[in-house]
């Protein structure tokens, strides 16, 4: 959960104020996408499901598959390949993207990392467009 959030549900500035259902405003391929990527973290195949999921531009810069997953178990990302609990919060969109705050739980403690999503015009699906870790690339 993101600090200072509830879940799917932000932060209200006026605490008489109705709570505002923020995913409610998320498009629901993107929150879907979002949902399927924090229920991998910690599952066999993680970086493969995150690769292909992952949309044409950042797999170029990764080259081929496997330097996606070398990446996906260094330090920094290795949180999503062996965490053992995930939490999405503050999903949010802005035009034909969208983000959320992903919070991992390891045996080592919490890592927080923002996945971002977005729907190319060519194809119309969502797809990943950005992984970063609060702290490190924050």
Do not use: C, I, Y
């Given at each position: 959960?993101?600090?200072?959030?509830?879940?799917?549900?932000?932060?209200?500035?006026?605490?008489?104020?109705?709570?505002?259902?923020?995913?409610?405003?998320?498009?629901?391929?993107?929150?879907?996408?979002?949902?399927?990527?924090?229920?991998?973290?910690?599952?066999?195949?993680?970086a493969g499901l995150f690769y292909a999921?992952?949309?044409?531009?950042?797999?170029?810069?990764?080259?081929?598959?496997?330097?996606?997953?070398?990446?996906?178990?260094?330090?920094?990302?290795a949180p999503l390949a062996n965490g053992?609990?995930?939490?999405?919060?503050?999903?949010?969109?802005?035009?034909?993207?969208?983000?959320?705050?992903?919070?991992?739980?390891?045996?080592?403690?919490?890592?927080?990392?923002?996945l971002a999503v977005a729907r190319p015009?060519?194809?119309?699906?969502?797809?990943?467009?950005?992984?970063?870790?609060?702290?490190?690339?924050?």
């Open positions: 959960m993101a600090p200072g959030g509830g879940g799917l549900k932000g932060p209200r500035s006026d605490p008489h104020a109705p709570a505002v259902d923020h995913a409610s405003a998320v498009d629901a391929g993107a929150l879907a996408l979002l949902r399927e990527l924090v229920a991998a973290v910690g599952r066999p195949g993680a999921r992952a949309s044409e531009r950042m797999r170029a810069s990764f080259g081929r598959e496997e330097n996606f997953v070398r990446a996906f178990t260094n330090d920094r990302f053992t609990a995930a939490e999405l919060g503050g999903a949010e969109q802005v035009g034909e993207s969208a983000r959320a705050t992903l919070t991992v739980t390891t045996r080592d403690g919490r890592a927080v990392f923002v015009a060519a194809s119309g699906e969502w797809r990943l467009s950005g992984v970063a870790r609060e702290g490190a690339d924050l």
